[in-house]
């Protein structure tokens, strides 16, 4: 293991990237990633060293990237000269052609079995004075990510606190973090909680509706693992008396294959949720209207990660560039839209799109034969346009996309050859109010409803 643009408009300030891993012998050329990248709206990339293949494929776009320093490079890092010399042949033929935002130095190192935890302040301390004699030390900020176990206390969140067996390395580097107004970096990995036992499924993959537990000390209530792993790393940043450092999630992610609990189906939920936790709102229970920035863990299964087998299959796209499952990255302009869940019944979908067509006033004449929207000519295609017309017309609120459990909200434009999914909000004389469905209570009013076909009722104006 090595996988919403500070936006005024978008999201509030979230960020959600993606890890860049590339320890495999079976991914594609960094240029044909690139725009893979740019294809699927990934505004933001980790990579775990300076590959100059790597910064030369995403020059000129608008990707931010995270670039970093291997472990093993830690020990000649504590020189100044070769760290001067590292900026200046592999940093800034690149910059800012590619828009490096930060530096990470090592990678979990206050795991390491040897003295190298001790080489990581030192080598990020020369990191930052050669970035000051480039006089990039504002626009790029160095930080070293950190595993979950630094951590002896994470429940309740308020006491969250740091193992004393750390205190050697973890003062110096928070004291150095603040001083250089640089974020604290951590990997978190719910998916483990749920292995060890420590959790359930619902709970970890955000599909939970209501609180789970509410902080006894703080009375703040949680419905998923991650806002309270956070949390705890916030008490413990606090209790040290570094209650204002920015954290940065610089992994999190859910294998494919490996345990019981890896499936394709769990790490979609767990990310489509994940996605939609951070672009629906800003910050957690503790840190409310926090701008948060999140890596998910990674673009390609490595083939060549050692250790259990879920260590190899967490990648969100094949090495052919196919896409383990879809996974929607939100749009660079700030949009949603509300599309019918592919898990669906048939039944369900019809019901609910005449509803949309009928009683919730969408406009479904592209859906109608000959139309620019009728193919695909699938339950599943109609009822999606529906649902985001109906969506857009009504606020574009979670209220207007849940379809009784049906509707998904994306960040992607679903939009396809002349269809057009593009909406505004509209003015219009009636309001349409959300409604939260229950499908059943609509089913034999709505069958008394559809003598005629439903496409010919619905002429209302699109929304465009």
């Known amino acids: 293991r090595g996988c919403s643009i500070s936006w005024a408009d978008f999201c509030r300030g979230s960020k959600v990237g993606v890890a860049y891993?590339?320890?495999?012998?079976?991914l594609p050329p960094p240029d044909q990633v690139a725009q893979l990248v740019e294809k699927h709206n990934i505004q933001y990339l980790r990579i775990y060293d300076s590959d100059p293949?790597?910064?030369?494929?995403?020059?000129?776009?608008?990707i931010e990237l995270m670039v970093g320093v291997r472990n093993a490079d830690l020990s000649a890092f504590q020189s100044q000269s070769y760290?001067?010399?590292?900026?200046?042949?592999?940093?800034?033929?690149?910059?800012p052609a590619t828009n490096i935002t930060h530096i990470t130095v090592g990678i979990e190192m206050i795991d390491s079995l040897d003295n190298a935890t001790n080489l990581v302040v030192p080598a990020m301390r020369n990191v930052v004075f050669a970035l000051k004699t480039a006089n990039l030390q504002d626009r790029i900020k160095v930080s070293t990510p950190l595993p979950f176990g630094v951590l002896s206390k994470s429940y309740p969140p308020s006491e969250g606190a740091f193992s004393s067996s750390y205190e050697n390395v973890l003062r110096p580097l928070l004291d150095f973090l603040e001083e250089n107004q640089s974020p604290f970096m951590v990997d978190l990995y719910p998916f483990y909680a749920m292995i060890n036992g420590n959790s359930s499924l619902d709970?970890?993959?955000?599909?939970?509706?209501?609180?789970?537990?509410?902080?006894?000390?703080?009375?703040?209530?949680?419905?998923?693992?991650?806002?309270a792993q956070l949390d705890a790393f916030h008490f413990a940043l606090a209790n040290l008396n570094f209650s204002r450092m920015k954290i940065i999630v610089t992994e999190t992610g859910w294998p494919t294959r490996g345990s019981p609990y890896a499936s394709i189906d769990n790490a979609q939920t767990y990310n489509t949720n994940l996605i939609r936790q951070f672009m629906d709102g800003p910050g957690t229970p503790a840190m409310p209207g926090v701008n948060l920035y999140v890596f998910i863990f990674t673009l390609f299964s490595e083939n060549l990660n050692p250790g259990p087998e879920t260590e190899r299959n967490f990648g969100i796209f094949y090495p052919d560039m196919s896409s383990v499952y879809n996974l929607g990255f939100p749009d660079k302009g700030g949009r949603s839209w509300c599309i019918a869940s592919s898990q669906a019944l048939d039944s369900d979908l019809?019901?609910?799109?005449?509803?949309?067509?009928?009683?919730?006033?969408?406009?479904?004449?592209?859906?109608?034969?000959?139309?620019?929207?009728?193919?695909?000519?699938t339950l599943f295609s109609h009822t999606s346009f529906a649902?985001?017309?109906?969506?857009?017309?009504?606020?574009?609120?979670?209220?207007?996309?849940?379809?009784?459990?049906?509707?998904?909200?994306?960040?992607?434009?679903?939009s396809y050859g002349e269809c057009s999914y593009h909406c505004k909000y509209i003015n219009s004389e009636t309001s349409y109010v959300p409604y939260t469905l229950s499908f059943r209570p609509f089913y034999c009013y709505i069958s008394s409803l559809l003598a005629a076909s439903v496409f010919s009722i619905c002429t209302e104006e699109d929304v465009s």
Do not use: H, M
């Open 21 to 26: 891993g590339r320890n495999a012998n079976n």
């Open 53 to 62: 293949k790597v910064l030369k494929a995403f020059s000129n776009t608008s």
């Open 83 to 95: 760290v001067d010399s590292w900026l200046r042949n592999s940093i800034l033929p690149y910059y």
């Open 203 to 227: 709970y970890v993959l955000f599909k939970s509706s209501s609180s789970i537990f509410v902080d006894p000390n703080t009375g703040l209530s949680y419905n998923n693992i991650f806002d």
């Open 350 to 377: 019809q019901y609910l799109l005449n509803w949309a067509c009928i009683l919730g006033k969408a406009n479904c004449s592209a859906i109608q034969p000959g139309q620019q929207c009728f193919e695909p000519d």
């Open 387 to 414: 649902f985001n017309n109906y969506y857009q017309k009504n606020g574009a609120t979670d209220d207007a996309c849940s379809f009784g459990g049906t509707g998904i909200k994306v960040y992607t434009d679903p």
